[in-house]
């Protein structure tokens, strides 16, 4: 997720956002508290006003402070995924959306968390996240970009520093074995950075993690057509069989206006991690306030809600916690025994 806070377009009705926010921050929880001892404020850590984890953390808070009993939330912007699990870590944070690839490695103290793992569960298995490796099609017809791999040597921006964008580029150069220190003219810009500088001819493409049809990708293209560099066959398996958090997936023709054909690529599931020491009664009421509600939720990113549903509990990168395992069987879904902590 970007640092940067300049407002872009989300596909959403801007009276909803302010509704939904406003009522995160203000709306009193309904009578009857916890008898669990812990503190009955809780905080969601999202990203910048510039992606959808912000809105969609004000639409959690909105739902858990009129549906969960003894306890109210708040959203907080933050850097995005890499920090979120940081502040889980540092005991900040109550809750994070973040993306699987980040929760995985903090859980083993891998990558950006190498020697600290994060004690940390899934409370909520959201949406996939999308690679999107954008330039623009008169770039592309001066370059000829066919395939990843055809970026070695151009401008390309992996993401606003230690985001959750720039660490799953950094995972997938790793599995195709290139390097971004050498491969490319490495830039580390924002998403609304990384657009302007492809519309002012700054550099070649950049990477986008984000769901499908995401505002600022949209923006872009009512500028300039795009060209979504595919993900070609043999380098999606690659990157999947060395992290397999990653899936094969396909933007398809339409999504975006100016983007006729299908366009393989990767994916990579949203969660909603929480640390290991919340209680089983805290996270079961959390899980049943915002799964009994996961209309509220949707109309902040109506694309992801299909993906809203227990079942997808199974998607989770690393062990479920014990309240959402509690409620999951309560409505006859199965939990895997990996997934048990």
């Not at 993401?159 to 150069?173: K, M, Q, R, Y």
């Not at 050498?182 to 990384?194: G, L, N, V, W």
Request: proline share 5%.
């Amino acid at each position: 997720m970007g640092r940067q806070r300049r407002r872009h377009g989300f596909g959403l009705a801007l009276g909803l956002c302010i509704t939904l926010l406003t009522a995160a921050c203000s709306q009193p929880a309904e009578s009857g508290r916890s008898n669990t001892g812990e503190a009955p404020r809780i905080s969601i850590a999202t990203g910048t006003t510039a992606g959808i984890y912000y809105p969609m953390g004000g639409s959690m808070a909105e739902v858990i402070n009129r549906k969960a009993k003894g306890v109210e939330a708040s959203a907080e912007t933050t850097g995005g995924s890499v920090q979120n699990l940081r502040l889980i870590a540092g005991g900040q944070s109550d809750m994070a959306i973040a993306q699987s690839d980040v929760v995985h490695q903090a859980y083993h103290g891998q990558g950006e968390f190498s020697g600290k793992p994060v004690k940390t569960q899934t409370l909520m298995v959201l949406y996939p996240n999308v690679y999107h490796a954008v330039s623009l099609q008169s770039r592309h017809d001066d370059l000829g970009l066919d395939c990843f791999g055809d970026i070695k040597g151009k401008r390309f921006s992996v993401g606003a520093p230690g985001s959750g964008n720039e660490l799953a580029t950094n995972l997938v150069f790793d599995a195709l074995g290139m390097s971004p220190d050498k491969d490319i003219e490495r830039q580390r810009y924002a998403y609304s950075e990384t657009a302007r500088a492809l519309r002012e001819g700054q550099i070649d493409a950049g990477s986008w993690v984000v769901g499908e049809g995401h505002g600022s990708l949209r923006e872009l293209e009512a500028t300039d057509a795009l060209h979504l560099i595919p993900m070609c066959d043999d380098e999606a398996t690659e990157v999947t069989e060395k992290y397999p958090f990653y899936n094969k997936h396909t933007i398809k023709g339409g999504v975006y206006s100016t983007v006729k054909k299908d366009v393989p690529t990767l994916a990579l599931w949203n969660v909603v991690a929480v640390p290991t020491d919340m209680s089983e009664e805290r996270g079961y009421e959390l899980a049943r306030a915002l799964y009994e509600n996961v209309a509220t939720l949707n109309k902040v990113y109506e694309a992801g809600a299909k993906y809203l549903v227990l079942e997808n509990l199974t998607k989770s990168p690393v062990p479920l916690h014990p309240g959402v395992i509690r409620y999951a069987e309560e409505k006859g879904v199965e939990i895997p025994d990996r997934l048990r902590p």
